[in-house]
């Protein structure tokens, strides 16, 4: 008895789920973006307790040649002189007077330069702080 | 002469959905930064004249860090920051008995800022462990500033 003839099958790849997964990888990232106020590159200083940055907080960014720069948190840090920090404090604090502010200063900066910061901080009124480090990873010794 | 009229099914043309999807995701992957966004909170204190009570250095756990890369407490020898760990056995007793006493942690002016957070660290791990183990709230920790530690004699 002769068998029917075999049906030949067309060989594809199915792409119909490919946008599918194109897009929930968008999601993904679009979740996990962030969009920093601030992307200077300097040489945090490290510890082991950290805990996270509130959204939104303002930032005081200085760096290792004693430049300073601000972000209210909302737009891009800008340049600013170390004695116009008072007025920018004060006009944080009057929006907002819980406005966390992080400082963001390289390890190699002297401590008068963040003290002189801490201090018009403080008169205006500021109160939450935080200080941004790396992680510190814990040298275990081999012998 | 009658024409014949060819039947087209009606579609929505999605061969480029998938090209679209993939420079959205190579957008967000250039744009995303997965960056150190944490650090050690600090309580700046508030200058209310009512509730602010003068230390006298004697009450407190005096921490002073030095130029030359060395820190002191209270009346112990120098030691290097390197050594910062040794720190929390020397506090360790003296919170655990007493978690009210303030920490006064005075910075030399020409101090690195990285010395002086190497101390903090240390002193906000002996915190976290003692709200662990006696469910304390947090420790008094002041870092006076140059103007604050003229006026309170605490150089």
Do not use: C
């Not at chain 1, 601000?70 to 819980?98: C, R, Y």
């Amino acid at each position: 008895m002769k068998l029917g003839k075999t049906k030949t099958i067309d060989a594809y790849i199915p792409t119909a789920s490919m946008a599918d997964i194109a897009f929930l990888l968008i999601v993904f990232f679009m979740i996990t973006t962030v969009f920093q106020v601030d992307k200077t590159v300097l040489t945090l200083p490290q510890s082991q307790v950290r805990s996270e940055v509130v959204k939104g907080s303002a930032f005081i960014v200085v760096t290792e040649g004693g430049f300073i720069k601000v972000s209210d948190g909302k737009e891009d840090t800008h340049p600013i002189d170390q004695s116009d920090i008072l007025s920018f404090a004060v006009d944080l604090m009057s929006k907002n007077a819980e406005q966390p502010i992080v400082l963001k200063v390289d390890k190699n900066v002297k401590w008068h330069v963040v003290d002189q910061i801490l201090d018009q901080l403080e008169q205006a009124h500021a109160k939450n702080l935080q200080f941004l480090t790396d992680m510190k990873v814990k040298q275990e010794k081999f012998e | 002469m009658k024409l014949e009229k060819k039947k087209q099914n009606p579609e929505i043309p999605t061969a480029s959905m998938a090209d679209i999807a993939f420079l959205l995701i190579v957008f967000f992957m250039l744009t995303t930064v997965i960056s150190a966004t944490k650090g050690i909170e600090h309580q700046l204190p508030q200058q209310d004249k009512k509730t602010t009570e003068n230390i006298e250095k004697e009450d407190s756990v005096y921490i002073k860090v030095n130029a030359d890369n060395t820190f002191t407490v209270d009346k112990e020898a120098p030691a290097s920051i390197d050594a910062v760990g040794m720190l929390h056995d020397y506090l360790y007793p003296k919170l655990s008995n007493n978690w009210k006493k303030p920490i006064i942690i005075y910075v030399n002016p020409e101090a690195k800022y990285e010395s002086m957070i190497a101390v903090l660290d240390v002193v906000k791990q002996l915190e976290k462990q003692l709200q662990k183990e006696k469910n304390i709230p947090n420790l008094t920790i002041t870092i006076p500033t140059q103007a604050e530690a003229e006026t309170w004699g605490y150089q």
